[in-house]
C-alpha cells in the first residue's frame, strides 16, 4: 500500500513553483532494459484473485540468473497452502565483511483490478500523454522495479559494494488475511533479512496541480492496523413490539462514543521533528498552535487548531472508527445481534489489549462484547531518525529535486515493515517517486505514474542505495 502523505497546510506553505521540475537529471545507463523489466512486472496479474506473485517471482528469477547471480544468492519461497503467492530473496554480497548488509523491501502483489471498469487495460503497460498506466505501475511494482533492476546492473557490471544487499519481494501486503511473504520471512527464514536497516515503500513525494515538485517525505515508523468486533446481542422478538433494550440501538450507541473520542496527543522522535518543522512554516494561527501542542500536549484549543488538517489530526494520534455494520434478521423481528467493525490505526508501541480495554471505558456499556480480529499484528516501534540514513536521503535529494523540501513522517497507514521491524531491522520508507494530488488511481481505477517521476525515481533510488551500500 503505497501512499504517500503530507499535511494539506504544509503543501499550501511550499511556493507552487519550484525551478527543480524543469531541470534534467542524467538518466542512469540501461533505460531500456529497466523498462522491459518493469513492463513485464506490471503486465504479471499479481492480485489476490486472478493472478499469481509467483509467476512474477519466477520471471525475476531468470533475470537474476541472467545477470550471473548463482542458484545459492536466489531465494524463492512458498507454502504449500499458497502456492501463488510466492516471492524472491536476492543477495548481491558485498566486501566489507564487517559492515552489516541493508535490505531492500518491496511487494509483489497488486489490489485486485476488474478490466470492464478500466478505461485501458489494467495488466497491459500503456505509456500514454507522459503517464505509465496499469495496474502495480505505482503500488509497488515502480520501486520493486528499480530495486531489481539495480542488483541485475549492479551484478552484471561486477561491482559489488561494502554491504551485502539483500531484495525481498514478497506477496500479501494489500490483503490483510492473505499469505503475508514479509511476515513468514521475518518468522522462518530471518537470515535471509536480517540487516542493518532497510529500505521500503512508503515515503515518496507529491507534485503540485501545476506539475511541479512540492514537497518529499521519507517515512519513519508507522502505525499498527488493528480491527475489533464491537457486538451487541438481545433476545429479539416481534418488531410489532419493541424493547427498550435494542441491539441496534446499543450497536449505535457504541459507535457514536468511538466515532467521536478524540485519543490524546503523542510524539515519537520523527514527529516531533516533522512538527517543529511545520511550526516554522506555518503562518498564524497554525505554526504558533503547533508550537503551543509541542510544548504542552494537553492544550485542548491548541489541539483544535491543529487538527483541523485531517492528516495532522491522525499523525497526532491513535484513531479508531466504525467502517463495517452488520445487524438483524428479518424486517420484522428485532435484531438479536448487532455487530461492527472497528479499524484502529494504533500509535507506535500501542498494545491492542490495553486499546480494548479503553474501546470498553469509551463506549460504557458492559454488554457490549469486544474482541480483537485476526490477524493481530506485531506492536509497532518508532523507528529511530537515524542521520546516517536520513543525511544522504537529504543530499541526494538535494541534488536531484534541488528546492524541494524534504521532511521525515510517520505514515498513518500501514506497510509490511511491521513484521520486519521485530526481528530488529528499522525501516525507512525511501523518498524520490512523486505522486499527484489526486492519489494517481492507487487502489483504484486507472492507476498510474508520471514517466518521469519513475525515471527521475529511478536516478535518486539508485544513487541512495549505492551511497548506503558505502558507508
Avoid at 494520534?317 to 479499524?343: F, K, P, S, W, Y
Avoid at 536531484?400 to 528499522?426: C, E, K, N, Q, R
Amino acid at each position: 500500500m503505497r501512499k504517500t502523505l503530507f499535511a494539506a497546510a504544509l503543501l499550501a506553505a511550499v511556493p507552487a513553483a519550484i525551478p527543480a521540475a524543469a531541470q534534467p537529471v542524467t538518466p542512469q545507463p540501461g533505460e531500456a532494459a529497466f523498462r522491459a523489466l518493469y513492463k513485464e512486472m506490471v503486465e504479471t496479474d499479481t492480485s489476490l484473485t486472478t493472478g499469481s506473485c509467483t509467476a512474477a517471482a519466477d520471471k525475476l528469477a531468470v533475470r537474476f540468473r541472467a545477470a550471473g547471480f548463482t542458484n545459492a544468492e536466489i531465494t524463492q519461497f512458498s507454502v504449500p497452502l499458497f502456492p501463488k503467492e510466492g516471492g524472491i530473496v536476492v543477495h548481491l554480497n558485498g566486501t566489507d565483511k564487517k559492515a552489516q548488509p541493508m535490505l531492500l523491501l518491496g511487494h509483489l502483489d497488486v489490489v485486485a483490478a476488474k478490466p470492464e471498469d478500466w478505461t485501458r487495460s489494467p495488466f497491459q503497460l500503456i505509456e500514454e500523454d507522459g503517464y505509465f498506466y496499469g495496474r502495480g505501475t505505482l503500488d509497488d511494482k515502480a520501486q520493486a522495479a528499480v530495486w531489481a533492476d539495480l542488483l541485475i546492473r549492479l551484478k552484471a557490471a561486477g561491482k559489488p559494494q561494502k554491504r551485502t544487499i539483500k531484495l525481498a519481494l514478497t506477496c500479501g501486503e494489500e490483503t490483510t488475511y492473505a499469505f503475508n511473504g514479509a511476515d513468514w520471512l521475518a518468522k522462518n527464514r530471518p537470515d535471509l533479512i536480517s540487516a542493518a536497516f532497510a529500505l521500503n515503500e512508503g515515503g515518496g513525494g507529491r507534485y503540485g496541480a501545476d506539475g511541479k515538485p512540492q514537497g518529499l517525505a521519507v517515512q519513519v515508523g508507522e502505525k499498527t492496523v488493528q480491527n475489533f468486533w464491537i457486538q451487541a446481542t438481545n433476545p429479539g422478538g416481534h418488531s410489532s413490539v419493541p424493547r427498550p433494550d435494542n441491539a441496534i440501538t446499543d450497536l449505535a450507541r457504541a459507535i457514536v462514543a468511538v466515532n467521536t473520542h478524540e485519543f490524546p496527543v503523542q510524539y515519537t522522535d520523527t514527529t516531533r521533528a516533522y512538527f517543529s518543522a511545520l511550526a516554522r512554516m506555518m503562518p498564524a494561527p497554525i505554526g504558533p498552535a503547533i508550537t503551543r501542542l509541542l510544548a504542552n500536549p494537553n492544550d485542548a484549543e491548541a489541539n483544535a487548531i491543529v487538527s483541523q488538517d485531517p492528516t495532522n489530526h491522525s499523525v497526532l494520534r491513535t484513531t479508531c472508527v466504525a467502517t463495517l455494520i452488520e445487524a438483524g434478521h428479518a424486517e420484522n423481528a428485532l435484531a438479536q445481534r448487532a455487530r461492527t467493525n472497528v479499524n484502529c490505526r494504533m500509535f507506535p508501541g500501542t498494545d491492542p489489549n490495553v486499546l480494548k480495554a479503553d474501546l470498553a471505558a469509551i463506549i460504557g456499556n458492559p454488554k457490549m462484547s469486544i474482541s480483537l480480529k485476526l490477524p493481530i499484528r506485531p506492536v509497532a516501534k518508532p523507528t529511530p531518525m537515524n542521520p546516517a540514513i536520513i543525511g544522504p536521503m537529504q543530499s541526494l535529494a538535494a541534488k536531484h529535486f534541488p528546492g524541494v523540501p524534504l521532511l521525515a513522517m510517520m505514515s498513518t497507514g500501514a506497510t509490511d515493515a511491521i513484521y520486519i521491524t521485530p526481528i530488529g531491522v528499522p525501516v525507512y520508507g525511501a523518498p524520490g517517486m512523486f505522486i499527484d494530488p489526486d492519489g494517481n488511481g492507487v487502489h483504484g481505477l486507472n492507476e498510474r505514474i508520471r514517466v518521469t517521476s519513475v525515471l527521475k525515481g529511478r536516478d535518486y533510488l539508485s544513487d541512495l542505495v549505492i551511497a548506503l551500500a558505502n558507508p
